[in-house]
């Protein structure tokens, strides 16, 4: 009949005693008490634990806090219950606790110097919570709603990822709390262009199915259209001052353009007749960009079709790396690379350094190199580099078992963590202490050397 | 029956959740496939090609894959002749079709759809015919703009040389099989697309067909039967003048050149990098 009290989960201590009064006491065996690290969306709590006849229960009034749950205390000793979101428990010291349908789950309930302690990975899940081990060392929970798959990850700013996920209809890009895994829609689209992040965080720019160009801007949400222009764009890359979105224009990507974010205009930046431009990096002072030639056909049409008098040159299709001072209005582009190799994850640091994977063939390693107009170096073959993303002065290395990050100033290379297993789409804050990556589908982030799932 | 009334939802002050989260489709990781994959066959299809090609080799590392275009029928005797694992084609060789016998043991991968579109010179004078007037001015039949309600001017017939997918498909679809000229004064012909382009923006006068993608405003696209080319109309039915875009293979794929057409056939590359190079995702022609 009566609703009972409403109390904030942060007194609740000073009320378990008597709403727990009546209850079982702990005397099968000697109970010992300790502490655990729950880690609830992304937040660490200790929490009283309490060990009887070999099983760990955790404090209720703790647990509630973390969760950030709601207590009331309900009329006439009937219990305590615990409301999160759509989901409640109703709690009482000596009985198991009951679900929403009346249903008991998981241990009894135990009182101990005026603490009730209850199992806390039914009483998680009975809350709507996942509840997982994080490595022995503590607990993992997520109570909040979190996305479902992940494709792609990318930093924007510090605490913020932008997540892709793409289905039959198009993609879709979130905007996803680097912490607790909270999300909210950013857009959705059927053909625009990846979203590329402005050097500061704030912006997103993409290119429209018939090539407008536009901005998003992520604190107030609104779209720019950036000029008129619709030519084919990709490889969207910001200038570093923000100013300025480059592009590769045209099927062939023979030219490489830039829109002024200001005025909409769109000035070529190179124009050399060079066809199949790709991998373009623009950082601050100059850019680079790739080239792949198409193999050379000999076939002579005047042949009978079923001759097949047809030969390829191939010898030649790998692509070769160039770079563009920026700085001077009549330099000419350079080629940074000589090496018949496959070249991938190719970006430029701020530096001016061009960055790429080296592919290996089947049974060797691949690795990470560098070159610029002196020549090319190997910048890192511990192990078989699968991925390179830069971020800032860093370089980011995903390898078939590690994540690792390269100080450009420094020369040195140091160990972030060990990769999950299938791990990809590596992201790297711009400080180069944050990671994030793509791992069985969801979106993994680093977080006190262990990586926690913020997407499911 | 419950043990309490229906409650009260409570807002978790730090959730933002806005909209539904899609269903999720998971980028494989660095896999494991290695080896070459050698593409040759349609200039139509190769920056579709080299496009999709980078994307797949950052999630395949030590997969290498070399591209190459001199021709559609190039791409199906480079299959055949062993020397290429895909032949590149704009229509379907593991059928017999206009001037082609089919290739036999080769399978048809669809990998896009390719609109094609009659273009004349801007100088004609008209802006749409009907099948029956193109049959007419490209086997040579009419020979003059006034007779299709254009100006009194002889008609330049711009075509690509045999071999061509787009000549084959403009062939099928908009001329219904009939023949082409192939020979006279005012008769031309291109060997790329790229040529086409550049023939009908400066020859007076002059009628030629080309992929959707070339369409300039320096000429004009013709409506056929009064139905203009867009891909609008593609995907609604109207307009019958498109092709699929083939990779040819020896029997069914395998390995990483089945990995590799999977790629170009799926939801994220059709709707995005196929998208953007103005080819129409597979699933739109429905």
Not at chain 1, 253 to 261: E, F, L, M, P, S
């Amino acid at each position: 009949m009566s609703t009972g009290s409403k109390l904030a989960a942060v007194v609740l201590t000073a009320v378990l005693g008597t709403a727990s009064a009546g209850a079982v006491q702990a005397a099968a065996s000697q109970p010992s008490t300790g502490k655990l690290q729950w880690t609830v969306n992304g937040q660490s709590s200790e929490i009283r634990t309490l060990v009887l006849n070999g099983q760990q229960l955790v404090s209720l009034s703790d647990a509630a806090k973390a969760l950030g749950a709601e207590v009331e205390i309900m009329p006439e000793g009937a219990g305590i219950r615990i409301t999160l979101g759509e989901h409640s428990v109703l709690v009482k010291a000596g009985s198991k606790p009951l679900n929403e349908d009346g249903t008991a789950f998981g241990q009894v309930v135990q009182s101990w110097k005026q603490a009730n302690y209850v199992d806390g990975a039914s009483y998680v899940q009975a809350l709507g919570g996942s509840y997982s081990l994080l490595d022995g060392s503590g607990i993992s929970i997520q109570t909040l709603q979190l996305l479902e798959g992940a494709e792609t990850a990318q930093w924007a700013g510090d605490g913020r990822l932008i997540v892709s996920v793409s289905d039959e209809s198009g993609r879709t890009d979130y905007l996803v709390d680097a912490t607790t895994g909270a999300y909210s829609q950013l857009l959705s689209s059927s053909g625009a262009s990846d979203l590329v992040v402005s050097p500061d965080g704030g912006k997103v720019a993409f290119s429209e199915t018939d090539g407008t160009l536009r901005t998003v801007d992520l604190s107030t949400l609104r779209m720019a259209k950036i000029g008129t222009d619709t030519s084919i764009k990709s490889n969207l890359q910001w200038s570093a001052d923000g100013k300025s979105i480059y592009f590769l224009q045209g099927d062939k990507t023979n030219v490489i353009a830039a829109a002024d974010v200001a005025t909409g205009a769109v000035s070529k930046v190179l124009d050399d007749k060079v066809e199949y431009k790709g991998d373009l990096s623009v950082t601050a002072g100059g850019l680079s960009y790739s080239v792949v030639k198409a193999g050379t056909v000999t076939a002579d049409a005047s042949k009978a079709v079923d001759l097949d008098d047809v030969s390829i040159d191939d010898s030649q299709t790998n692509p070769q790396l160039f770079d563009l001072d920026l700085s001077k209005s009549d330099a000419k582009p350079v080629q940074v690379t000589k090496s018949d190799d496959g070249k991938l994850f190719i970006q430029r640091s701020a530096a001016g350094k061009v960055y790429y994977v080296q592919a290996g063939d089947e049974g060797s390693n691949s690795k990470l190199a560098s070159a610029t107009a002196a020549g090319q170096a190997v910048a890192f073959d511990k192990e078989d580099v699968q991925e390179a993303v830069q971020a800032g002065s860093y370089v980011g290395i995903l390898t078939d078992r590690s994540v690792y990050v390269l100080n450009e100033e420094s020369g040195s290379v140091s160990k972030l963590a060990d990769a999950p297993e299938g791990a990809s789409n590596l992201a790297l804050s711009k400080d180069g202490s944050k990671a994030a990556l793509i791992a069985d589908g969801k979106l993994q982030v680093l977080s006190g050397g262990k990586w926690i799932s913020l997407t499911k | 029956m419950k043990w309490y009334g229906k409650l009260t939802t409570l807002t978790l002050a730090a959730t933002l959740l806005l909209g539904a989260a899609g269903g999720g489709a998971a980028t494989a990781a660095a896999s494991k496939l290695s080896g070459k994959i050698v593409v040759n066959g349609s200039s139509a299809l190769l920056p579709l090609t080299l496009q999709a090609s980078n994307e797949f080799k950052k999630l395949n590392p030590k997969v290498r894959i070399s591209a190459s275009a001199a021709g559609s029928v190039t791409g199906p005797q480079a299959v055949r002749k062993g020397i290429a694992d895909i032949g590149a084609c704009d229509w379907d060789a593991s059928t017999d079709v206009p001037g082609f016998s089919k290739f036999d043991g080769q399978v048809a991968n669809k990998v896009a759809v390719i609109p094609f579109a009659a273009i004349a010179n801007k100088s004609a004078g008209v802006s749409g015919l009907t099948t029956k007037q193109l049959q007419d001015i490209f086997s040579g039949k009419v020979k003059n703009w006034k007779d299709v309600g254009g100006k009194d001017a002889d008609i330049v017939v711009v075509n690509r040389a045999f071999g061509s997918g787009t000549r084959v498909n403009f062939q099928m679809k908009a001329l219904q099989g009939t023949d082409f000229i192939t020979k006279g004064d005012n008769y031309k012909e291109v060997k790329s697309s790229g040529d086409m382009k550049t023939a009908i923006e400066t020859t007076p006068n002059s009628i030629g067909y080309i992929d959707l993608v070339y369409v300039t405003d320096k000429m004009t696209a013709l409506k056929i039967d009064n139905v203009a080319p867009t891909t609008d109309n593609v995907i609604n039915g109207s307009y019958k003048v498109w092709s699929y875009g083939y990779f040819m293979t020896k029997g069914q794929p395998t390995g990483a050149t089945k990995a590799f057409i999977e790629y170009i056939q799926s939801a994220k590359f059709q709707n995005g990098s196929l998208k953007k190079l103005k080819f129409i995702p597979l699933t739109a022609m429905k």
